[in-house]
């Protein structure tokens, strides 16, 4: 059973900074399978960063250069530092864990609003 669990959002004005966490339980596998999605209203629910297989990060384009994902193993937990906030990036932020290597993403944490006011 996995258990993974989002904290850290809030309201935030345009340039400011969140750091949202994503502590992860039981049967994880690495903590480099995880990945950060965001839903905003309306909108489909988008890959925001995430590893990948060849040790290197992902990010989708609007965020490259603000966002920066990392991890703690010894603490379980998965980051997403956010920096230079836009109001396009309010949305519900969740993080998930693939079942396996290259595989889906399984396992989804109950998510945390970010709103970035203008």
């Known amino acids: 059973q996995v258990q993974l669990v989002e904290s850290g959002g809030g309201l935030v004005q345009a340039g400011g900074s969140l750091r949202l966490s994503c502590a992860a339980s039981g049967s994880i596998f690495s903590l480099s399978a995880v990945g950060w999605f965001r839903q905003a209203p309306g909108k489909q629910r988008e890959l925001v960063a995430t590893?990948?297989?060849?040790?290197?990060?992902y990010y989708e384009n609007s965020v490259k250069g603000r966002f920066t994902i990392s991890r703690d193993n010894a603490k379980n937990t998965v980051y997403l530092q956010m920096n230079s906030l836009k109001p396009e990036d309010t949305a519900v932020y969740y993080c998930?864990?693939?079942?396996?290597?290259?595989?889906?993403?399984?396992?989804w944490g109950q998510g945390t609003q970010v709103t970035v006011s203008s």
């Open positions: 998930a864990l693939r079942d396996y290597a290259l595989g889906p993403f399984g396992s």
């Open positions: 590893f990948t297989y060849s040790g290197s990060t």
